[in-house]
Structure formats: structure tokens, C-alpha cells
T-cell receptor, first 114, second 114 residues
Framework: GEQVEQRPPHLSVREGDSAVITCTYT??????FFWYKQEPGASLQLLMK?????EINEGQGFTVLLNKKDKRLSLNLTAAHPGDSAAYFC?????????????FGKGTSLTVIP | NSKVIQTPRYLVKGQGQKAKMRCIPE?????VFWYQQNKNNEFKFLIN????????QIDMTEKRFSAECPSNSPCSLEIQSSEAGDSALYLC????????????FGPGTRLTVL
């Protein structure tokens, strides 16, 4: 089955700095990709989804890049602030429908120092 | 914000005891997923449903775990005989299914098996 590797496991940056988290996956047939944020004691909050073969999506303060050729997905927080401190997980959909389960990376614990 | 409801938030059981947790998906979401997130942040897909019908389940679920999504009642996941290795966060997610790929997660039930 699909294997997802996420790096780094821990990341500490100063407020205002950028932070980059990367996931690589193995199954070239994987279609859909997601980033989730998990604060302590809270549920996984969907940050961004990306579907196209090579796509840059921008959200509030972050950018997501998907490169299907390299089977690589990245999340770039452009100017981190303390409220961004949380665990971040990438998720890869196993197939081409909404009935398929996700494969997750093991997460990145991000700490933003004021 | 996700409106998936999971109860209880915390569950403590002795080895060999039954452990049951419940999930109410977002209104209008016919597809429900259960995942196990262990202390190393490894996610394991357990089972998913479309309405009352099981779509996929892993071997572990077939043996010691039972799950159902009865009509007009919460979905449930029950471990028939808890083991120490079952201690984890159990996450329920719901989705519109088919051409909607996002999964929306509840806060989870944290199971501790003593």
C-alpha cells in the first residue's frame, strides 16, 4: 500500500520566519492530497487540499505545492506566528473516489517562538 | 470547523474489557471512517461505512473490533477485548463521499487500556 514519509518530525522557528514541511509518497496513482493541523486536545483541522498534478495553492499565510512527478507535497508557512504552533499532518487519498481511506504522514510538531 | 461529534472524549478500560465509542457524522455526510492514531502519530485506517454498509475494513477490525452505523443512531466502534496495544486516539471522520474527497474529523476518543 501507499507509504507516506513526512519531514521534519520537529521544527522550531522564530515568529516571522518561514517553515517548510515536506511529504513524499510512493503510489503514483494517488490522486488527492491534504494538509491538516492538530492543536493539543483538538481534532484534525483541514488546512488545504490539492488535486492537480503540479499545483500551488495559497491559503491564509501558507502555500502548498504538489509535484506528482517527484511524488512530493510541501507546506510552506510564509511568516509563522505563535498561533501556528501545532502538529501538522499530510494525508494522501488511496484512490480516485471519496470513499477511499487516507494514508497519513507521522506529523511535524511545529513550535513558533515569539 | 468540523461538526463531527465523538463520545466519550476519554475512556479507561482494563485488559479484556469491552470499550465502546460513538460518532455522529456531520449532517448529510453518508460516509464515515474510523482511524486509530497511536502515541507515535501513526495513523491506521480501521473501517469505513456508507450509510449502514461496510465499504472496507482491515483484518484487525474483522477480528476484535466491531463497528456499525445504524440508521438514525450514532455510529459506534467497539473493541471486544481490550489489549494494552489498543491504547490510542480513535478518530472518526465523515465525508460526502464519491466526488467529495475531504474528510472532516471529530476530536477523537482517547482510549487508555491499563
Amino acid at each position: 500500500g501507499e507509504q507516506v514519509e513526512q519531514r521534519p518530525p520537529h521544527l522550531s522557528v522564530r515568529e516571522g520566519d518561514s517553515a517548510v514541511i515536506t511529504c513524499t509518497y510512493t503510489d503514483p496513482n494517488s490522486y488527492y492530497f491534504f494538509w491538516y493541523k492538530q492543536e493539543p486536545g483538538a481534532s484534525l483541522q483541514l488546512l488545504m487540499k490539492v488535486f492537480s498534478s503540479t499545483e500551488i495553492n495559497e491559503g491564509q499565510g501558507f502555500t502548498v505545492l504538489l509535484n506528482k512527478k517527484d511524488k512530493r507535497l510541501s507546506l510552506n508557512l510564509t511568516a509563522a506566528h505563535p498561533g501556528d504552533s501545532a502538529a501538522y499532518f499530510c494525508a494522501v487519498s488511496a484512490g480516485g473516489t471519496g470513499y477511499q481511506n487516507f494514508y497519513f504522514g507521522k506529523g511535524t510538531s511545529l513550535t513558533v517562538i515569539p | 470547523n468540523s461538526k463531527v461529534i465523538q463520545t466519550p472524549r476519554y475512556l479507561v478500560k482494563g485488559q479484556g474489557q469491552k470499550a465502546k465509542m460513538r460518532c455522529i457524522p456531520e449532517k448529510g455526510h453518508p460516509v464515515v471512517f474510523w482511524y486509530q492514531q497511536n502515541k507515535n502519530n501513526e495513523f491506521k485506517f480501521l473501517i469505513n461505512f456508507q450509510n449502514q454498509e461496510v465499504l472496507q475494513q482491515i483484518d484487525m477490525t474483522e477480528k476484535r473490533f466491531s463497528a456499525e452505523c445504524p440508521s438514525n443512531s450514532p455510529c459506534s466502534l467497539e473493541i471486544q477485548s481490550s489489549e494494552a496495544g489498543d491504547s490510542a486516539l480513535y478518530l472518526c471522520a465523515s465525508s460526502l463521499g464519491e466526488y467529495s474527497y475531504e474528510q472532516y474529523f471529530g476530536p477523537g476518543t482517547r482510549l487508555t487500556v491499563l
